[in-house]
C-alpha cells in the first residue's frame, strides 16, 4: 500500500485483542458481512467485532487510496464478483474529496441520483477498504477463514502425527483401489475431514494429562481440546497424499497380460523407486510457486475452500443463528446430507443403476445407430437434457459447487462445442473413423479391431517387418479431437498465461533470485495483503530445503534408469525437469485461479517420442517424471494457501507432507499388488465391477503410438494436420490477450471519456477463458458430455441462482452439502462393493439391465471393409 498506518492498526489482532465498538456500528458491518445476531442473546462473533474495530479506524482518505489499488487490482480478477466492481467504481467516481486527512471530503453526484446519503457512501468506501485490508474481498475465503489468529489454540501436537497417518493410509487404500474403476469412487478431503473430527475427539476425551515441562513448554500426552488447527493440519496430510500416485498406471500397463506383461516390473525395488522419485521431486520445485500462487490475493484456489468450510462445522462454535429461515448448524446439516447421500447412493448404484445411466432416449429405438451416437451414455457422444439422477455423475466432469460459475461454464460449452466437431470427423469418415467407434480411447487396427500391440514386438522394440505385415494404429474421431485440443492448449496456456500474469510471474521469479543471494531475506518482504502480514509472525521454510530434496531425488532417479531395463538415458530426465520448469508457474496460476488442473503428460510424450522412437519404457517414464513433479509441486503449493488461510505455521505441515507422501505410496504399492494377482478380469473391458481401467488403458494405447511407433510416424505422416494445433494454440492465445487486455488498454489511452463502457466492455469478454474452453475439449474418450450437464445444472442453481439470491445461506451451507454428498458417495461406494459387488450379487432386472440393452453399450453397425480386407493405405504406404 502506498500509505502506512500507525503501530496500532497495524496490530493484526488475536481473539483476545478485539476492542468494543458502538452497538450501531456493529450492526451495520454485521449486516454488510451477512452475519445475523446469535438468536438467544443478540451477540455477534469475534469476526464481526473484530472487522467493526478496523472499520471504526479505518479514514476515508485511506479508503480511497486502497479501494483504488485494489480495485486495478481486481478489474478483471473473474473471482471478483461484477456487482462488486460496480460499486466500487461507482463509489470512487462520486469522490470528489481532497487527499489531505485534514480537510474534509465531499461527494458530487454526478447523475443527480440522492437515493444514497453521503454518509453511507462514505462508509461503504471505509467497508470497502477494510475488507481489502484486513480479510477478503471474496465471500468464498470471508466464509472459511478469520481476519485474526487465535492463538490459543493448540497446533502440531503428536495427535497430528498419529491420527493423519492413520487415516492418510485409509485414504491411499480406497483412492487406489477404486481407480481402476469407470468412473471412479474417492475420499476427497473433506470425506475424510468427517473421519478425522471423531478419532481427534477420542484421544481428547480417552487420555490422561501425563506429560512433563522442559524450558516453559508443557509436553504431554493430552495437550487438551482437538482444535481447528489441528483437525486442518490433519487435513492437510491427508490432501497432499490424498490422490493416487501416477506410477500405478506405469506399472499395471507393464505388468499386465492385457497390456506388455512384462513380470520383472511388478517387482517391488522397482515400484518403490519409481513411486519415490515421481512423488518427492515435484517438492523441489514448490519454493518457487510460493511467490507465484500462494501469497498473492488474486489465487484464490477455489477448490480448497470447502476443506475449510468443512473444519468451520466440525469445531467452530455454534451459533444459533437464522439465515434465509434456515436455523440448524453445519455440523447437524452437514450429517443429514451425509446420510442422505449414503442411503440413495445404493439406490443408481446397485439397486437402480438406470438412474445413474439415464440414457432414456436411447431405449426409445435401442437399434438405432444414430440415436446411440448422439445421445448414448455409455459409447455415444452423450448430448442428453437429462443424463442422469447420481451426484457421483453430476460431481465428475463439473464440480458444481467448488468451482466457480463462469469456469462451470466455459467447460461446458467446451465439451459441448467440441462434440460437434468430433460428429463433423466420424460422419465424414474422415481419417478412417467410421470404422471404430466414435467416442472410445482404445486404438484399433485396419480391420476395425483392437490393435495388439504385441504382434508389432520383438523383445519389447518395435519390430518393422512384424509392423508392415500388421497394421498401423488408428485414433478414435474423439480422440483425434482430444489430442488435436491437448497439442493447442500447451501454447495456448503458456502464451495466455505469461501475457496476462506476467507482472506477478516477474516478482516471483525476482524474489526468489534474491532468495538465493540472501537467504536470510523474508519471503513476504513488500506483501501487505492481510494473510500475509499474519504469516510474518512464523518461522519460514528456507528455499534450500526444496532443493535438497530435489538434488537427492535427481541421484536416485539416475540410479532408477541405470539399473532396471528402462531403457531410459539419464538426459531425459534433465529434459522433464527442464519441461516443468517452463510450464510450471503459468500452470499452476491457471490452477489457482479457476480450480482446472492442467497436465504435461502429451508434451513430454512428443518430445520423448520424437526423440526416442520405439522405446515405450522411457517415454511412459518420462510421463511419470513430468506428471508428478508438476502435480507435486502443485499439491504443496495447494497446501500451503491452506495454510495460509488458516495463518498456520509453514514449518509444521513441511515435515508431515513429506511423512504421508510416504505413507500413501507404501500403501498404494500395497493396494496395486493386490489389485493386479487377486482383482477378477481387472482391465478387461467386461470387468462386472465396472474395473475397466479407463485411465491405464489411454495410458497404454498412448505408448503404443509414441512410445511403440513414435509420433514421426503418425503425426508427419497418418495424422498430419493436428501438428497445425500447435500454431493455432499460439495464434488463439495471442488473439485473446489482444481482445480482453490489450485492447481495452489502448481504448483507455484514446477514449478516456468512455472509461465506463470500456470496462464494462473488457469484463464482459473476460468471461470467457480460452484455457478452460480449449481444456474442457480433453474430456472425451471414454466420457462424454452426459458426465457435464448435471454438473451445469447444479453449479447454475447453487453458484447462480443460491449464491446470487440468498448469499448468506450459500456461505454456510453450500460447501457443506458438497462435502457430505462426497461423503456419503464415498463411504457407500466401499460398502457396496464389498458386500453386493465383489463376489457379485448383482440383481438382473429391467432398471438394471435397459442402459446396457442396446447400441449404445453393444456398438453401432459400421460400414463393410473394402474388398482386400481392411481400410486405410497398404502396407507399401504405412506411415
Not at 471423531?198 to 484421544?203: E, T, V, W
Request: hydrophobic letters at 45%; charged letters at 15%.
Amino acid at each position: 500500500m502506498s500509505f502506512e498506518k500507525d503501530e496500532k492498526e497495524t496490530n493484526l489482532g488475536e481473539v483476545h485483542d478485539i476492542e468494543e465498538v458502538e452497538p450501531s456500528l456493529l450492526d451495520w458491518v454485521a449486516q454488510k458481512l451477512g452475519v445475523p445476531p446469535n438468536d438467544i442473546d443478540g451477540t455477534y462473533p469475534a469476526e464481526v467485532h473484530f472487522m467493526a474495530e478496523k472499520f471504526a479506524a479505518m479514514t476515508e482518505d485511506e479508503a480511497l487510496v486502497i479501494c483504488k489499488e485494489n480495485l486495478a487490482y481486481h478489474q478483471v480478477d473473474p473471482n471478483f464478483r461484477e456487482e462488486y466492481k460496480i460499486e466500487l467504481e461507482e463509489l470512487l467516481n462520486s469522490y470528489h474529496g481532497s487527499h489531505d486527512p485534514t480537510q474534509q471530503s465531499v461527494y458530487v453526484d454526478e447523475k443527480e441520483d440522492h437515493d444514497v446519503d453521503p454518509t453511507e457512501r462514505a462508509m461503504l468506501l471505509r467497508y470497502w477498504a477494510t475488507i481489502f485490508y484486513w480479510w477478503s474481498p471474496y465471500p468464498e475465503v470471508r466464509s472459511v477463514t478469520d481476519p485474526f489468529d487465535d492463538v490459543n489454540q493448540t497446533t502440531l501436537t503428536w495427535r497430528v502425527y498419529v491420527v493423519g497417518t492413520i487415516w492418510v493410509a485409509v485414504a491411499a487404500f480406497v483412492n487406489t483401489f477404486f481407480h481402476p474403476r469407470q468412473p471412479a469412487i474417492s475420499l476427497s478431503g473433506s470425506v475424510c475431514q468427517l473421519l478425522l473430527y471423531p478419532s481427534g475427539r477420542l484421544l481428547q476425551y480417552a487420555l490422561p494429562d501425563w506429560g512433563f515441562t522442559i524450558r516453559g513448554k508443557r509436553f504431554t500426552l493430552n495437550p487438551g481440546v482437538w482444535s481447528q488447527k489441528e483437525q486442518l493440519l490433519c487435513t492437510i496430510m491427508v490432501t497432499c497424499a490424498l490422490g493416487t500416485p501416477y506410477i500405478t498406471s506405469n506399472v499395471l500397463t507393464q505388468y499386465m497380460p492385457i497390456y506388455y506383461n512384462q513380470s520383472w516390473a511388478g517387482g517391488f525395488g522397482y515400484s518403490f523407486l519409481m513411486m519415490l522419485v515421481t512423488q518427492y521431486m515435484g517438492f523441489g520445485l514448490a519454493g518457487l510457486l510460493r511467490r507465484v500462487c500462494v501469497y498473492p490475493v488474486k489465487s484464490m484456489w477455489p477448490t480448497l475452500l470447502p476443506t475449510l468450510a468443512v473444519n468451520k462445522a466440525l469445531l467452530a462454535p455454534n451459533r444459533k443463528e437464522k439465515i434465509n429461515g434456515w436455523s440448524i448448524s453445519r455440523y447437524y446439516f452437514f450429517f443429514l446430507v451425509f446420510c442422505g447421500s449414503f442411503l440413495y447412493f445404493w439406490i443408481p448404484n446397485y439397486l437402480w443403476e438406470a438412474l445413474s445411466t439415464w440414457n432414456w432416449m436411447t431405449w426409445i429405438a435401442p437399434n438405432n445407430d444414430n440415436l446411440a451416437i448422439i445421445t448414448g451414455s455409455v459409447g455415444g457422444l452423450g448430448y442428453n437434457p437429462i443424463p442422469t439422477f447420481d451426484w457421483n455423475i453430476i460431481n465428475f466432469g463439473i464440480q458444481p459447487i467448488l468451482l466457480p460459475l463462469y469456469t462451470s461454464i466455459n467447460m461446458y460449452v467446451g465439451v459441448f462445442i467440441s462434440g460437434f466437431f468430433i460428429m463433423g470427423i466420424w460422419y465424414s469418415n474422415n481419417n478412417y473413423t467410421k470404422w471404430i467407434p466414435i467416442n472410445t480411447n482404445t486404438l484399433y487396427d485396419n480391420t476395425g479391431k483392437k490393435f495388439k500391440v504385441t504382434k508389432i514386438l520383438t523383445d519389447y522394440v518395435f519390430d518393422e517387418e512384424k509392423y508392415k505385415n500388421y497394421s498401423p494404429p488408428y485414433y478414435s474421431a474423439a480422440n483425434l479431437v482430444t489430442y488435436g485440443a491437448f497439442f493447442a492448449i500447451y501454447p495456448l496456456s503458456f502464451v495466455y498465461t505469461v501475457l496476462c500474469n506476467y507482472e506477478m510471474m516477474w516478482v516471483a521469479i525476482r524474489d526468489t533470485a534474491l532468495a538465493m543471494k540472501n537467504f536470510r531475506r523474508s519471503n513476504y518482504e513488500g506483501l501487505e495483503d492481510p494473510f500475509s502480514r499474519h504469516m510474518k509472525k512464523h518461522k519460514e521454510v528456507p528455499d534450500w530445503w526444496f532443493y535438497v530434496i530435489l538434488l537427492i531425488m535427481f541421484g536416485l532417479s539416475i540410479a532408477l534408469v541405470e539399473h532396471w531395463p528402462t531403457n531410459t538415458p539419464v538426459w531425459v530426465i534433465v529434459l522433464c525437469l527442464g519441461l516443468v520448469f517452463v510450464f510450471i508457474i503459468p500452470f499452476t496460476l491457471f490452477l489457482s485461479f479457476t480450480g482446472v488442473p492442467l497436465s504435461l503428460n502429451v508434451l513430454a510424450e512428443l518430445i520423448v517420442g520424437y526423440a526416442l522412437p520405439g522405446k515405450f519404457q522411457a517415454l511412459n517414464l518420462a510421463k511419470a517424471l513430468s506428471v508428478q513433479i508438476a502435480s507435486q509441486a502443485q499439491n504443496y503449493a495447494s497446501d500451503q494457501k491452506l495454510v495460509h488461510y488458516s495463518h498456520l505455521a509453514p514449518r509444521d505441515i513441511f515435515a508431515t507432507q513429506l511423512w504421508a507422501t510416504l505413507v500413501n505410496g507404501l500403501v498404494a504399492l500395497g493396494v496395486m499388488q493386490f489389485q493386479m494377482h487377486d482383482v477378477k478380469n481387472i482391465c478387461e473391458p467386461d470387468n462386472a465391477m465396472k474395473f475397466t481401467c479407463p485411465s491405464e488403458t489411454t495410458f497404454f494405447s498412448a505408448s503404443i503410438i509414441w512410445g511403440v511407433i513414435g509420433p514421426k510416424r503418425i503425426f508427419d505422416h497418418q495424422y498430419p494436420t493436428l501438428k497445425w494445433m500447435f500454431l493455432l494454440g499460439a495464434g488463439v492465445g495471442l488473439l485473446f490477450w489482444f481482445i480482453q487486455v490489450m485492447l481495452p488498454k489502448i481504448l483507455l489511452k484514446y477514449k478516456p471519456e468512455k472509461t465506463q463502457a470500456i470496462l464494462r466492455y473488457q469484463r464482459i469478454v473476460t468471461k470467457f477463458h480460452p484455457v478452460i474452453f480449449c481444456q474442457s475439449c480433453l474430456n472425451w474418450a471414454p466420457y462424454n458430455l452426459s458426465y457435464f450437464t448435471g454438473g451445469l445444472y447444479a453449479a447454475i442453481f447453487f453458484n447462480g441462482y443460491v449464491k446470487t439470491r440468498f448469499l448468506a445461506w450459500w456461505r454456510k451451507y453450500a460447501y457443506v452439502f458438497s462435502a457430505g454428498m462426497d461423503t456419503g458417495i464415498a463411504l457407500s461406494g466401499i460398502i457396496i462393493f464389498f458386500a453386493v459387488q465383489y463376489n457379485d450379487y448383482s440383481i438382473s432386472w429391467w432398471g438394471n439391465n435397459v442402459p446396457y440393452a442396446g447400441v449404445d453399450t453393444l456398438g453401432v453397425t459400421h460400414p463393410p471393409l473394402p474388398d482386400v480386407g481392411y481400410f486405410g493405405p497398404g502396407p507399401e504406404n504405412y506411415p
